[in-house]
């Protein structure tokens, strides 16, 4: 998830700019040098995050990512973990981690170069959502005829748009915004889960961990079919990574370390909040 917007982006998930928040410049004299003199604090596992993205992160620490940094600080020896909070907008990576007043990017989409990529941690995908028994289960495929002139419910811009738009779902669906400031709104995709449980929609496309979390929350049994046997259009299936500086080797060794130690255990966390995970073949993991 680029970084990962709210459409993704663990993603991934916009928020819109405020001149206010532009944070002070930041020097590398903030922190202290850690291994091989990467600039990596070895006491404190300093986050870089959205300070109001559910269910990635929030500043109640009510996100997994924030219970993936818990579960990180401690595997990785440090004694606490503190914040720097920063929307999702342009400028995420300059104003964080590049400006070294953080360490860490929790969720980060696999192959965005204004990073360095650990080793993937999770497998996702756009999901379809839809009410069961209401005429649309067993649809797995954007393409299926049992679709065709419904209300569909999409994020603007997103992936999953190119997909409707050639099987023609885009002249009947419901677009939603992409730019939103979930601090003051909620997000598109519990917006979404929202208008499918009053009848606004029939269905909607979303990001899975967004779409699984709202999904359980809902007063209604929602299917969520990850979108694996798409042919064509944009991809729907991301490896989400952690995300450090390019220079910090060692710190991305350590990381990929905890990945691999840890692996059941970060997969327990996110199957508590309903991120639908894939394996390599694109199974759905379970347990």
């Known amino acids: 998830m680029a970084r990962r917007a709210h459409w993704t982006s663990r993603t991934g998930l916009l928020l819109i700019a405020i001149a206010a928040l532009m944070p002070a410049r930041a020097s590398a004299q903030d922190a202290r040098l850690g291994a091989e003199g990467e600039l990596v604090d070895p006491d404190i596992l300093r ?64 192959g965005d170069e204004l990073v360095q990529n650990t080793n993937a941690y ?46 023609k779902l885009m002249r009947t669906a419901k677009v939603y915004p992409l730019m939103v400031d979930t601090r003051i709104m909620p997000s598109m995709a519990e917006v ?22 709202y999904a359980r929350k809902s007063k209604v049994d929602l299917a969520v079919i990850p979108l694996t046997k798409e042919k064509g259009g944009q991809r729907m299936i991301y490896r989400i990574t952690m995300g450090v500086r390019p220079s910090d080797q060692t710190w991305k060794r350590t990381l990929n370390t905890f990945i691999r130690d840890h692996q059941p255990e970060i997969d327990k966390l996110l199957l508590d909040y309903g991120v639908p995970l894939l394996d390599e073949h694109d199974g759905r993991i379970t347990q």
Do not use: H
């Not at 067993?138 to 050639?166: F, N, S, Y």
């Open 47 to 110: 986050v870089c995050a959205d300070p109001s993205n559910m269910p990635f992160s929030d500043q109640s620490g009510e996100g997994f990512e924030d219970r993936l940094a818990r579960l990180v600080a401690t595997g990785t020896g440090r004694k606490s973990v503190s914040y720097t909070w920063f929307p999702s907008i342009t400028g995420f990576v300059r104003n964080t981690l590049g400006a070294n007043r953080c360490d860490i990017i929790m969720g980060y989409a696999q």
């Open 122 to 167: 999770y497998r996702s995908s756009y999901v379809l959502l839809y009410k069961r028994g209401g005429g649309l289960d067993g649809v797995e495929t954007l393409a299926d005829p049992k679709l065709a002139g419904l209300r569909i419910g999409v994020v603007e811009g997103t992936p999953p748009t190119a997909t409707m738009a050639a099987t």
């Open 192 to 213: 979404m889960v929202g208008d499918i449980q009053a009848g606004k929609i029939d269905a909607a496309v979303a990001w899975g961990p967004m779409a699984g979390y």
